[in-house]
């Protein structure tokens, strides 16, 4: 049995997966995602027919988001959950079908015309075995062959995964907006329409960069609302000897929940990865048992975890093959999902606090301090300082390297350039890629720190805002400013977050290890020649050409 899976940065040999996932990701699994996103395509098309004549469905609209999550990398590799999930994907398409016919009649007193897309008249089959049958028999056709229509598509596509995780997020705190609903229908309901041509889904990815801006916005919103504007603050890494709950991935509120169930408990708890950023907000590190942050980024999980003998958690992605050493206490939350992983449905962790008091004791083993807290508020706090560092010439040139780690040895090059960046420069920082070089002694110029922290890939909105403001104060335009943006990628979020800079017409992004593999050589030509978009090369030439030299 085969499979093709093209969409994040570990691909196999620069295509695409197809005897096994990288990631772990198993044919019978890829069926069922590619049967999922075949199902969200069909409930696309009725939901947009039916918004088109004014009738919205939410619980459509909040499973568009849920669907296409599930099928992010490294997010649910659980064949039975998935299963689950596309019986209400094919209940909701036929929702979505009978709101359109209704909707129709009533406007025009006859029958709705058939949909001629396939995905329309999706049928679904009983069993778990049937909907991977059909998974792979439907899943990754396509009703264009052209090759650079494909690619354009799968920019498509891979945007509106990432700007759902992020719309989900923003959901989870209570913000939600029509705009963005009405993209992802209209959106992936346009990938399935053989009329559309190359420059229309540039057009449709570019109107995914700017509506994702929107969702991150939410997202931002929602963040400081709940736990108010991030502070620099110091962490502690490591652990200390009492009982231990650790939390991966990116849901703020999540975590939020677990604090207060475990008040008083004497549990501490400790971020992991991309919830690092979380100590920051004033309203979760008012918990005094957020104790500190455990470990690397997410590819290290399965070599650190043994050494964190409490209970462990994951709320959104990176999830990989747990080690039997560590399965009996691992537990998966929201989208995440491990076959024979335990997972919390709803905001009840009575489970993961009971398995932590069982668990050992975490040894005594503080390590060092690190520095984290440096959304926009904290760092537009002290704009009048770095503007005037810019000014002086003791600040020369700001680095933004950010984007996702991955197990790839070629991912050294983001710490050697922040190991290289010259003492007189700043670098800003965002998401789990971070962990390759935030460990390390930066120093300060003049009182700012040279490596600011500013929060998880969510927080990219954050990046932006800092940007925009310094090409505000310098009275210029953000590619005009004496920074560089080199981003590390892997997986449909930071693809999304690009779609973003491009649409913002942000030029001369660097990114890595490798380039997309879903990008045609036209598609690669064009972004190179509107965009001026490259592939990172040593440190020393990327360094020489950021700096002008
Ligand atoms: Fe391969 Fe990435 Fe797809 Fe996993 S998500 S199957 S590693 S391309
Ligand atoms: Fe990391 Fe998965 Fe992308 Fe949120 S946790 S940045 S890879």
């Known amino acids: 049995m085969g499979m093709f899976c093209n969409q994040c940065e570990q691909a196999a040999k620069g295509v695409g997966c197809e005897i096994m996932g990288v990631c772990g990701k198993n044919p019978e699994v890829a069926a069922l995602q590619d049967l999922m996103l075949y199902g969200l395509k069909g409930l696309a098309i009725y939901a947009d027919k039916a918004r088109e004549l004014g009738v919205k469905d939410e619980a459509i609209d ?240 399965a070599k650190e975890f043994p050494h964190f003998p409490g209970a462990i958690i994951f709320n959104t992605n990176c999830i990989q093959r747990p080690a039997d050493s560590y399965k009996d206490r691992l537990f998966s939350w929201g989208q995440v999902g491990w076959p024979g992983i335990k997972h919390i449905a709803g905001w009840d962790f009575s489970e993961v606090i009971n398995k932590a008091l069982e668990c050992p004791d975490l040894p005594d083993a503080p390590e060092k301090e690190i520095l984290t807290g440096f959304g926009h508020n904290a760092v537009l706090g002290v704009a009048d300082k770095v503007i005037a560092g810019v000014k002086a010439g003791a600040i020369k040139h700001f680095f933004l390297i950010g984007g996702c780690d991955g197990a790839k040895p070629g991912r050294n090059y983001y710490t050697e350039l922040a190991e290289q960046v010259p003492n007189d420069c700043v670098i800003l920082t965002l998401a789990c890629g971070k962990y390759r070089f935030n460990k390390l002694e930066f120093g300060d110029i003049g009182g700012i720190p040279r490596l600011l922290d500013v929060g998880q890939c969510n927080d990219a909105y954050s990046a932006l805002q800092i940007a925009l403001a310094l090409a505000n104060a310098f009275n210029c335009g953000v590619n005009d400013l004496p920074l560089s943006i080199i981003l590390s990628w892997y997986e449909q979020k930071a693809h999304v977050i690009l779609l973003s800079l491009l649409h913002l017409g942000i030029k001369n992004i660097k990114i890595g290890p490798a380039l997309p593999a879903y990008l045609s050589p036209n598609v690669l030509n064009f972004l190179v020649e509107n965009f001026n978009i490259g592939q990172i090369t040593t440190v020393e030439a990327d360094l020489k050409a950021a700096l002008g030299q």
Not at 65 to 71: D, I, K, N, R
Not at 116 to 129: K, N
Not at 172 to 185: M, N, P, R, S, T
Not at 212 to 240: A, D, F, S
Request: contains cysteine; charged residues 20%.
């Open 62 to 301: 909040l499973f568009m988001l849920e669907g296409l999550f599930t099928t992010v990398t490294n997010v649910d590799f659980d064949p039975v959950s998935i299963a689950g999930k596309l019986r209400t994907c094919f209940d909701l398409k036929e929702k979505a079908k009978s709101l359109y016919e209704t909707a129709y009649r009533e406007k025009s007193g006859g029958h709705a015309p058939a949909v001629a897309a396939p995905p329309a008249s999706w049928v679904i089959a009983g069993d778990l075995e049937g909907l991977i049958k059909q998974g792979q028999e439907q899943g990754v056709k396509s009703q264009h062959s052209d090759p650079d229509i494909l690619s354009a598509i799968e920019i498509v596509v891979f945007g509106l995964k990432g700007m759902a995780a992020y719309a989900d997020h923003a959901h989870i705190l209570g913000k939600k907006d029509d705009e963005v609903f009405a993209l992802f229908h209209k959106a992936l309901a346009a990938t399935t329409d053989p009329a559309k041509g190359l420059m229309d889904f540039v057009g449709i990815a570019m109107e995914i960069g700017k509506i994702n801006i929107k969702v991150m916005g939410m997202l931002n919103e929602g963040h400081v609302e709940h736990y108010g504007h991030p502070v620099p603050t110091r962490v502690q890494i490591g652990t200390r000897k009492n009982k231990g709950i650790l939390v991966s991935g990116h849901d703020l509120r999540m975590l939020e929940e677990l604090l207060k169930q475990t008040a008083g408990k004497g549990i501490d708890v400790y971020t992991h990865g991309e919830m690092l950023p979380a100590h920051g907000y004033p309203g979760l590190k008012k918990y005094p048992h957020l104790y500190g942050n455990f470990g690397g980024a997410w590819q290290d999980q």
